[in-house]
Nanobody, 131 residues
Framework: DVQLQASGGGLVQPGGSLRLSCAASGLTGDDYVIGWFRQAPGKEREGLSY????????YRPDSVEGRFTISIGNAKNTVYLRIDSMKAEDTAVYTCAAVRKDEGTPLDLIAAMSHYVMEHWGKGTQVTVSS
C-alpha cells in the first residue's frame, strides 16, 4: 500500500521559512504525481504544487504565490515543500497526496481535478505562523 507522511510543521515567525517533507512508501514504480495541499480552519483545501516522481517536473497553480517551492529528493521517496516569507495566512494543516499517473496526464489537469483524482492521502502537519 502507498503511504505518505507529512512532517516538518511547527511554529514559525512571520517572514520566516519552513521546509515540509512528505515521505512516500509503497510506490510501485515512479509513475506517480505527488501534490502538497493545505487547509486552513473554515476554508477549503487548496492545492499548492505538484511534482512528477519520474522526472521531477512540477506545476504550481497561478493562484499560488511563488513563495511555495516543491522539490523531490534524489531517492525519489521524499517530496519537499519550501515556504518562504511566511505570513499569518499560511497557518493551516499541510498534507501531501499521490496519484498514479504517467506523463500522458498533464500536471495542470491533475491540479484542476486534484480533489477527485488523488488516490492516497497522508496525515497532515500543522503549520502556525505567529509572532
Amino acid at each position: 500500500d502507498v503511504q505518505l507522511q507529512a512532517s516538518g510543521g511547527g511554529l514559525v515567525q512571520p517572514g520566516g521559512s519552513l521546509r515540509l517533507s512528505c515521505a512516500a512508501s509503497g510506490l510501485t514504480g515512479d509513475d506517480y504525481v505527488i501534490g502538497w495541499f493545505r487547509q486552513a480552519p473554515g476554508k477549503e483545501r487548496e492545492g499548492l504544487s505538484y511534482i512528477r516522481v519520474k522526472d521531477g517536473s512540477w506545476y504550481r497553480p497561478d493562484s499560488v504565490e511563488g513563495r511555495f517551492t516543491i522539490s523531490i529528493g534524489n531517492a525519489k521517496n521524499t517530496v519537499y515543500l519550501r515556504i518562504d516569507s511566511m505570513k499569518a495566512e499560511d497557518t493551516a494543516v499541510y498534507t501531501c497526496a499521490a496519484v498514479r499517473k504517467d506523463e500522458g496526464t498533464p500536471l495542470d489537469l491533475i491540479a484542476a481535478m486534484s480533489h477527485y483524482v488523488m488516490e492516497h492521502w497522508g496525515k497532515g502537519t500543522q503549520v502556525t505562523v505567529s509572532s
